[in-house]
């Protein structure tokens, strides 16, 4: 049986420890050797050279590596979205209310410091959301910048009062707060997609991991993880 090189975005680590993977090994026999980084991360790794069998990330940087030669255009295919929200420390005795846009505006500028990740999308959106909000620098002078990982990591360890991802990725780190998700009017969702390697070492193995990523019990992991399933 094969070996499945995955890379995978972060924000759907937890449905995937949670079963979608092992379920495919025990139906399949194939394992997975699994890289978790933010997409822009994994970008970097296809630019030195490193080449994945499999590949979950943002849909639209997905379908860019398959118009490059990378992914086959042929496997693509969207299988969750999630929108952002913010976590805070396990301390905090009364949640920030994030109801309203001016709410939001008040707990960012409240906190003593925003945790956020500059490499992965919800990271990404966030500074440009600060931006829009006028809020940029205020924010900023003293926000915790996240390399990659789980920014809700920096509430825990007293780095940060708030932390802003993925909603999938805040529920990693069980011991913050949920504080809930963005408002409407400053949400953002994000579409993951996966799609098999131009250069998979077992092409139909591959094909495989990617139409089980898509079935209706990974679909159901999705949606537990904090993941809105695409069927």
Known sequence: MS??????????RLALDAGVLDGFTAATGHAIATIYDPTNVLLRRIEDGDL??????????????????????????DIARVGAGIAASPGTSTLPSIATVEHLKAALLGARSVAYSQTGASGVYFA???????????????????????TAEAVLDGRADLAVQQLS????????????????TAQHYTV????????????AASRALVDHLSSPAARERYRTAGLEAID
Not at 3 to 12: E, P, Q, Y
Not at 53 to 70: E, H, Y
Not at 169 to 184: C, K, Q, S, T, Y
């Open 3 to 12: 070996t499945i090189r995955l890379f995978s975005t972060l924000a759907v």
């Open 52 to 77: 994945p069998d499999v590949m979950i990330g943002v849909s639209p940087q997905l379908r860019d590596l398959a118009d490059a030669g990378v992914l086959d255009e042929s496997s693509l295919a």
């Open 128 to 150: 440009s959301l600060l931006a829009k909000l006028g809020i940029a620098d205020a924010v900023n002078d003293r926000a915790t910048i996240v390399e990659k990982g789980f």
């Open 169 to 184: 990725e805040l529920r990693f780190v069980p011991e913050a707060r949920l504080v809930g998700a963005l408002p409407d």
């Open 192 to 203: 993951f997609a996966a799609a098999t390697g131009i250069a998979a070492r077992d092409g």
